[in-house]
Each structure stands twice: as C-alpha cells, then as structure tokens.
C-alpha cells in the first residue's frame, strides 16, 4: 500500500484526494515518523471522515528532516521482488511499459526556496557516473554502441 505522507505546519500528515489526516504522533524527525509506523498506518487507513484538512491550505515543509538517509528500494521486476526479499506473486508490479529513445522529462514539485540547506558529497563507493549507465542501454545515449 502507498502512503503520502506530508510535513506541514509543525505535525506529520497523510494525504488522500487532496484531503489531509493528522498523523497521532510525537516525531520531529523523519527518523523518528519511520519508527512510528504503525501510527501512519492507522492514520491512512483511517475513515474519510479523518481527512478533514484541505491539503492546498498547509504549509509544506521537506519531509527529509536532517540528519536522515532515506533509502527506497525499487520493485518493478520479478527478479527486484526476489532480491529484496518479497513474494513476486503478492507484490504488484508496474504494468510493462515501451518508450523510444529520446530526451527523457521529469515534473518536480520543489518549495523552501531560499530556506538553508546543508549539501556535502556522497562518499566516492556511493557515486556512479549515470551516462555510463544510460549509454549501456542501446539508443539512449547519443554515439551508443548498437
């Protein structure tokens, strides 16, 4: 099951058609929400009734409070529900889906512009070059091999 989940207006929220449900937890931290899990399940599987806040009136802050790491991992193959441990058979998969090459596009929602952020680089072992990834794919990068 999916869950949106938002960091509004001081609190932890999960989002529902563009309605919101207060998360019934004391986290501050992104850390601390994953720990609370069984909170945010009972809030969004809460009853309609529950979202009673319009999710265009509260201001969003970045749902990745410092410091955390957060790490997702894709399931979009068989052989990715296997690897990561789940029954392929009871995992949903992505219907398949064809592309062309071509340029690739991408829709962000981004807010906090001008707030203060803390960059620093990834440690080399966590750094890949992604045209040597993509140009392995035939046709995705220009002068590919065929």
């Not at 319009?54 to 068989?78: I, K």
């Not at 990834?122 to 890949?128: C, E, L």
Request: hydrophobic share 45%.
């Amino acid at each position: 099951m999916s869950v949106n989940v938002l960091r509004a207006d001081g609190a932890w929220w999960v989002a529902r058609d563009g309605r919101a449900a207060r998360i019934p937890t004391d986290a501050t931290t992104t850390a601390e929400l994953l720990g609370a899990r069984a909170a945010v399940t009972a809030a969004a599987s809460g009853a309609d009734e529950l979202f009673d806040t319009d999710v265009a009136g509260l201001q969003l802050d970045s749902p990745v409070t410092t410091p955390c790491r957060v790490v997702a991992q894709m399931v979009n193959y068989r052989s990715h529900a296997k690897e990561s441990g789940f029954d392929p058979g009871k995992v949903q998969l992505p219907a398949a889906k064809s592309f062309s090459p071509g340029p690739l596009s991408a829709t962000l929602e981004l807010w906090g512009f001008g707030d203060s952020v803390t960059v620093s680089a990834p440690p080399a072992d966590q750094v890949t070059d992604l045209s040597g990834i993509l140009g392995s794919i035939k046709g995705m990068v220009s002068g590919a091999s065929a």
